[in-house]
Structures are given as C-alpha cells and as structure tokens.
C-alpha cells in the first residue's frame, strides 16, 4: 500500500485541509446558493437606486391630428424656510407673482420646516419667479393632461382623475373608454452604485417603460366647434335647459362631433357638479316622440305592409282603445291621408294605423333588429341600453302609443344609429370614435367600420327616404329648409313622463335627419331639453339643425344633385 | 513583477479616470436632453393654445371676418357667358 509511507502527521495535515475544504465549499454553497437570493437582495439595496420611469399617456387626436387630449407640463413650487431670513420681505416680493395676498404666503413660511408647497405654476409664472432670485426656492416638473381646445367635446373625451392608489385613471369618454390603451406601463432604472456613492456607467439596468397608445379620432374639429357653437346659441336662444347634438357619417358610423349642453371643462372637471359629467348624447333615456315615426313606418313598408301611398281609413277623427282616445298633436285630423301625408303632418292616428299593420310581434322585433334595448357599441364609457318590454308584455295601447313614440325610451345615439339605416340602404352600423391607435413602438392599429346587420332593404329604405324629404318640405318645419340640398327629417316633441302622466309643457324637442337625400354623406340628431320658448322641435330643433346644415354643406362643399 | 504591477495600476487608474469621466458626460446630456425635451413641451402646448379654434375665431372676429350669411348653388349647368356670333 503507497499511503504506508505517509508519517501520521501529514495524513492529519491532509484529514484536517481536506476537512476545511469541504467546510468552505460548503459554506460558499450556503451563502451562493441557499441564501443568494437575500444576499442580491441585501447588495442591491446598498449598492443599487431604483428609479421608477413614468410612462406618458397617449394623445387623443381630432381627425386632422391636432390634440383635443395631451400631456402638458407644470411646475411644483416649494420653498425652505429655514433658509429664509427676511420673510416679510420675501412673501412679497413672492405674493406679486403668485396671486396671494403676502400674509397667506407669510404664515406658510413662518412654519417650522424644511419644504412648504407654494403651488402648481404654469412655465411663465415660473420664470417670473426665478427673475426674483430668491434663496430656497426649487421647482419639480409635474406632468398634467391638457386640453386644449378646453370645453370642446368636453363630453366626449372625459376626464382623467386619480383611482384609489393615486395614480391617473381615465373616467368616462374617450379617456374612460380606452383608459388601458391611453396610460402605458411603468418602467424601472436600476443604477448600480461604486464605494463612494456614484453611478457605474456600464451598470445600469433599465425596465422599459412604454409610453401609453395615441388614438386617433374620426371627429372633425370644425365640425365639433360648429355643433358645439350652434347648441349652445340655440339652448340660449330657446331657454332651454340642455341639448345634445350628434353628426355621423351614416354609411360608415363615423361619430363627426358630438356635443351636449351644459357642458364642463374637462381640466377643471373637480369644480363642477357630477351630474354635469354624463353624456347625455349615449347615456340619457328619453321618449322619441314623431321622430320614431319614421322607424315604425320604414318597417311597415319594409315588411310591405304599406306602401307611400297607402291610405289611412282610421284617420279621419280621433282613435278610441282600451278606453284611451289618441289625437292628433295639433288636432286637425286628415281622412284618407296616405303614408307620405302622415309622415308630413306627424299623424298620431295614421301611425296607429301602421302599428296596427304591423302588430306587435313585427313591431317588437324590429325594435329589436333597429338596436333598441341593447347598446350601440360607441367606443364610450358610460352608454345606457335602455330595456325594450317582452313581447308577451305588450298590450294593444303600447302598440298604438309606440307607433309614434311615446311609452318607448330609447338613447340619442340608438336613434341616430337607426335612422341612419334608411339613409344607407337599410344597414345598423356600428357608431365609432377612434379609427386609428397608434403604438409606442409606431405600429398602427387601423379600425374599420362595421355593419351589424341589415334591418331594410334598399328598396324600403329608397321609399322611408322620400317619404322623409317631403315631410321637411311639406310638413311643419317647412319654413327652414337648406335649398336645393334635398334633407330627409323628422321633427319629434316628445313629453315628459313626470309622476306617471305627461307634463305638456315639458318637452324634449329634437330633429333627426339627414342630407344630401340622393346620397347621405351626414345623418344629424338635434335635441333640446325643456325649451321654454316654444316647446315644438319644428320651432327650436328644427332651426337649430339647418344652422348646422348649412355650415357643414359650406364646409364639405356639398352639391346638390 | 514590479514593473507588471505598476503597469496594471496605471491601466486599472486609467480605465477608472475614463469610466467616471463618461459618467459625468453621459449625466450631461441626460440633463441637456430633459431640458429639451421639457421645452419641447412648453413649445407644444404654447403653438397648441394659440392655434386652438375658439383662439382662432375670436382673433379671425377681432379682424372683421364674419360667417357667410348664405349659399348659392347652381341648379343646372347653365352657360355663364356666351359668345355672339
């Protein structure tokens, strides 16, 4: 045996190294392995400064690609009374350029501590206060959403707020709707630091941060101006409480503008009562009134029950059911009136005699087939559906009161969206606001518009559209027309329920339509909340429509055909 | 033996000198760049506000433009001007 030669000593020397080896592997394994985790941990708190990298979100742009929702920048101003000596003097030197009065600044900075906040000021009033060159003053960078066409489609983009955690969250709008694709993703800078406390260079680690998506509207600034501009004259003009408009691209959907009235500065939105935040244009429920006759009978006529010139044999005097006597609005009764002359004179009768044709099983599921009790889709936070009754709930008074309008809720948008059917040939569109979402990395997202399904044929659609042009022409809103563009409208005062009847005086007027007739480039809704100058849409609505009309016919340069 | 370790300080001291240097350049232009970037900004939003319609209508009122009061649209296609033979 070789090991016989080696003295006991040295044997004990290569026992005891061999032994002091393995401990050492074995530690090296406790500390490496077992416990590297904490160890990293441990360093990288002593070594490592983590930043955390604020994405920016994304821009909401009009389709001409100027901003209605950026990203602007403030600055937090702070000051360290301790190192002021003269306070005095300093409040007012500082109460010239900020606004407040010396002492409000003064008691601040008689406070016992290293920062006090002084405000949020814009980038002119901060040079202002740096030319005062004043001794413990600084200045942090805030980033805050900016709108600057301020109140513009105020309903329309929202607002962004904080969540619960602080940090921006989108409400209601397009801010509300797209809130995940508009706020990106937080990164992390990971600096790795020397002995001394300065960063290595070639040992910083960085979590990208991804700046959130851009979308890129179909609404028209001019457009929205002009809406905006027209309903606020008319609901100023008329008395009226509110008003919604809303113009839309009727063979595509496309939302052009969309305007409500009250409306509210988006950046400024904590100064205004809640209420004011809703958008009535997609969240609102009310009664359509006459302008939901144009619905009824374009399903008649769809279904060839009637024809345009079909005539009414219950329309000579007011109509008894159910122990209910339905009149006319003015009164004035038509006998034989055809379907076109009911239609122009917004015949009570003549549209329960469509209902009755039609009767409650087609009634119900054309209510249905033209998106009434479901939402539209509008890329919006905060649509309302509304609830269409079951067909085994109906009785015959709701298929008479239905046919022109009343005991039926609906929401602006889904009337516009169905009456935009007759203007496209008898498809349900989709109603949309973003066409494009741009990503960080400068992919795009191109959205294409939609048709949900077909409700009329061309042919129904063709007769509902004539029908619709001699009710503007001939009918009672006559006196404001837009010659020779042929428009295809309906004026509609509907009442409101209040305590289960209906207040006469209380109105909501509204005007739907659309022009050129031969070839619908702009299906429009014009509503009036309550006017108190007159409470007919013909009077209030109606004027307010063909203002817009004729801007938009100057703006696209639309000729008649 | 000397003389290596005494070339090695000198490249490890050179490497250490160049590394720190680029850290203060490269604080340098990050600083330079944020202040760019933060008046890029302030530009942005300066061109945005003036350039906002309800800025542009009131100025273009300001100047005594008004709104067309109406249209005119030719019905057909009629000879403007004719030539006498």
Redesign the interface.
């Known amino acids: 045996m070789r090991y016989k030669n080696f003295s006991p000593r040295f044997l004990v020397l290569i026992l005891g190294l061999l032994a002091l080896y393995t401990f050492l592997l074995g530690k090296l394994f406790y500390w490496q392995v077992v416990r590297a985790q904490e160890i990293k941990e441990i360093r990288d708190l002593q070594s490592t400064e983590s930043l955390e990298l604020l994405p920016e979100r994304g821009e909401i742009l009009f389709n001409d690609n100027f901003p209605i929702a950026t990203n602007n920048i403030n600055y937090l101003t702070y000051a360290n009374p301790k190192i002021i000596t003269d306070i005095p003097k300093y409040s007012n030197d500082l109460s010239g350029v900020l606004g407040y009065d010396s002492a409000s600044i003064s008691a601040r900075l008689n406070q016992d501590l290293y920062w006090v906040r002084l405000g949020v000021f814009d980038y002119k009033r901060k040079e202002k206060i740096e030319k005062l060159n004043l001794d413990g003053i600084g200045f942090q960078i805030e980033t805050s959403r900016y709108y600057p066409e301020a109140s513009m489609a105020a309903h329309l983009i929202g607002f962004v707020g904080k969540d619960d955690q602080g940090q921006d969250q989108g409400y209601l709008g397009l801010e509300g709707y797209y809130n995940m694709q508009l706020k990106g993703k937080a990164g992390k800078l990971y600096v790795v630091k020397d002995a001394l406390g300065n960063p290595i260079v070639t040992d910083i680690r960085e979590e990208k941060k991804v700046d959130g998506r851009s979308l890129l509207t179909t609404v028209d600034r001019t457009v929205q101006y002009i809406a905006d501009e027209a309903l606020k004259t008319g609901v100023e003009k008329y008395g009226a409480e509110g008003g919604s408009i809303i113009i839309m691209e009727p063979s595509t959907g496309k939302v052009l503008a969309m305007s409500s009235f009250p409306k509210f500065d988006p950046q400024k939105y904590y100064e205004y009562d809640g209420d004011v935040y809703q958008n009535p244009a997609i969240s609102k429920l009310y009664e359509p009134g006459s302008t939901f006759k144009v619905l009824v009978m374009a399903a008649a006529i769809n279904e060839g029950l009637v024809k345009a010139d079909t005539r009414c044999d219950i329309c000579a005097a007011p109509v008894q059911m159910s122990g209910f006597t339905i009149k006319t609005w003015n009164n004035e009764y038509h006998p034989n009136a055809t379907m076109t002359e009911v239609i122009q004179n917004s015949d009570n009768t003549g549209m329960v005699f469509v209902g009755q044709k039609l009767g409650i099983a087609k009634m119900n599921d054309y209510m249905e087939q033209f998106g009434f009790g479901e939402k539209t889709g509008i890329d919006l936070q905060g649509e309302a559906s509304g609830a269409l009754r079951r067909e085994s709930e109906w009785l015959p008074i709701d298929l008479a009161t239905s046919s022109f309008g009343q005991g039926i809720s609906v929401t602006p948008i889904q009337l516009l969206t169905a009456v935009s059917s007759i203007a496209n040939g008898g498809y349900l569109v989709k109603p949309y606001l973003v066409e494009k979402i741009f990503e960080d990395d400068g992919e795009e997202i191109e959205i294409e518009p939609k048709n949900k399904r077909k409700v009329l044929s061309s042919a129904a659609s063709e007769v509902m559209k004539w029908i619709m042009v001699n009710a503007v022409e001939a009918g009672d809103s006559k006196w404001v027309t837009l010659d020779p563009i042929a428009v295809a409208g309906k004026t509609g005062t509907a009442q409101i329920p209040v305590e289960g009847r209906y207040d006469p005086n209380q109105t909501i007027a509204s005007f739907v339509g659309f022009f050129p007739a031969q070839n619908p480039k702009i299906s429009m809704l014009v509503l009036v909340n309550r006017p108190k100058t007159s409470i007919y849409g013909s009077e209030t609505a109606a004027p307010i429509f063909f203002s817009v009309a004729r801007d938009l016919v100057q703006y696209y340069g639309i000729q008649p055909e | 033996m000397l003389l290596l370790i005494v070339v090695l300080e000198v490249i490890y001291l050179t490497h250490n000198s160049m590394?720190?240097s680029?850290?203060v350049r490269?604080?340098e232009i990050k600083a330079e760049i944020a202040k760019l970037d933060?008046q890029n900004?302030?530009l942005?939003?300066e061109v945005?506000?003036r350039?906002?319609?309800?800025v542009v209508?009131s100025r273009a009122a300001e100047m005594g433009f008004e709104?067309?009061k109406e249209?005119i649209?030719l019905?057909k296609n009629n000879s403007i001007a004719l030539k006498h033979e």
Do not use: D, Q, T, V
């Open positions: 590394l720190a680029e850290s490269a604080e933060e900004k302030i942005k939003s945005l506000s350039s906002s319609l309800g209508a709104k067309p249209f649209s019905k």
